[in-house]
C-alpha cells in the first residue's frame, strides 16, 4: 500500500523539514517552493493509517508553533517600532 500526503501553503517545506527526523524505512520527502510530499509503503492498511494519522498530527503541530512564532515576532515589532 502506498500512502502520499501533501503539504501546502508558505511554510509546507519548513513543517516537512521538521518532520524528516521521524521519516521510517522507505519514507520519501520531497520539497517544493510552497509544499512538500510526504510518501511511503506499508504492507498493512493500520500501519498506513497509523503513519498517516502521526504525519497529519506533527505537521498540525508544526503549522501552529510557525503561526504562534509568526505572531510573536508580530507583536515585538510592533512593540519595538511605537518606541
Not at 504525519?55 to 518606541?83: G, T
Amino acid at each position: 500500500m502506498r500512502m502520499r500526503l501533501k503539504l501546502s501553503g508558505e511554510k509546507a517545506s519548513l513543517v516537512a523539514k521538521a518532520l524528516m527526523p521521524d521519516n521510517i524505512e522507505g519514507m520519501r520527502t520531497v520539497l517544493e517552493e510552497n509544499s512538500a510530499s510526504i510518501s511511503f509503503e506499508t504492507s498493512k492498511l493500520s500501519s498506513a493509517i497509523a503513519v498517516a494519522d502521526d504525519l497529519i498530527l506533527n505537521a498540525k503541530v508544526a503549522f501552529e508553533m510557525l503561526a504562534l512564532a509568526s505572531e510573536s515576532e508580530e507583536k515585538s515589532r510592533k512593540k519595538f517600532s511605537q518606541k
